[in-house]
């Protein structure tokens, strides 16, 4: 396994999506975050199935730096309560996951 993590999250706009990408890779939270989208999602909130199109980040970061995103999210997130989903990544290319390792240092 490696140190490299990917957080989900959705959004309902993609313009909103965008800013919240934007917004996590300047303050080194993120190398880098893919907007995909739009998809479907169904799901139960406040007692009631909801469909509703949205946006998936899928959000590039470290372990490190996993609990600092998460806290971001919460912030910057316009949802009362945002996914947040961490997956570990269990290998890749090396070039790669240190380039993503650098991008997310607190050093530079």
Do not use: F
Not at 56 to 85: M, N, R, V, W
């Amino acid at each position: 396994m490696t140190n490299a993590r990917i957080v989900l999250t959705t959004m309902s706009a993609k313009d909103a999506a965008e800013k919240l990408a934007q917004q996590l890779v300047e303050r080194r939270l993120a190398a880098c975050v893919n907007i995909v989208g739009p998809i479907r999602s169904i799901y139960r909130w406040e007692q009631k199935v909801h469909n509703e199109e949205e946006y998936l980040l899928l959000i590039k970061t470290t372990a490190e730096q996993a609990s600092h995103l998460q806290a971001a999210l919460k912030g910057l997130h316009p949802y009362d309560l945002p996914e947040c989903l961490q997956l570990a990544v269990h290998g890749g290319s090396g070039d790669y996951l240190a380039w993503l390792a650098a991008e997310v240092s607190s050093g530079e």
